[in-house]
């Protein structure tokens, strides 16, 4: 079992930045390949990001690209998601996911664990 935590949601104007982190406990963190999705109300829960368990592969969706930024500190069992330019479409509630397999890691049942989630809103 692993257990995840985010943090770090909160309140910014457009063009503001805000930084996500997701703290893992239980089974050996390294082992796993991470990810982070978001969902707002009305709407299926989405694809942000992933990072491979070594930290040297990450992907993005189209939507974020060149504006999130997801890393990772296997020695602090923790991942970021470092948010730039935000834009209000990006409001949502923000998880992350992990997975000690390698399946679909664009989709949501790529992932075994998932936190809570953290709230992220983007005012205009």
């Known amino acids: 079992q692993v257990q995840l935590v985010e943090s770090g949601g909160g309140s910014v104007q457009a063009g503001g930045s805000l930084r996500l982190s997701c703290v893992a406990s239980?089974?050996?963190?390294?082992?796993?390949?991470m990810g982070w999705f978001r969902q707002a109300p009305d709407k299926e829960r989405e694809f942000v990001a992933y990072?491979?368990?070594?930290?040297?592969?990450?992907d993005y969706a189209d939507s974020v690209k060149g504006r999130l930024t997801v890393s990772r500190d296997t020695a602090k069992n923790t991942a970021w998601l470092q948010m730039n330019s935000l834009k209000p479409e990006d409001t949502a509630v923000y998880y992350c996911?992990?997975?000690?397999?390698?399946?679909?890691?664009?989709?949501?049942?790529?992932?075994?664990?998932w936190g809570q989630g953290t709230q992220v809103t983007v005012s205009s």
């Open positions: 996911a992990c997975t000690s397999g390698w399946r679909a890691p664009r989709t949501t049942s790529g992932y075994d664990y």
């Open positions: 239980g089974r050996t963190f390294s082992w796993h390949n």
């Open positions: 990072i491979i368990r070594s930290g040297d592969t990450t």
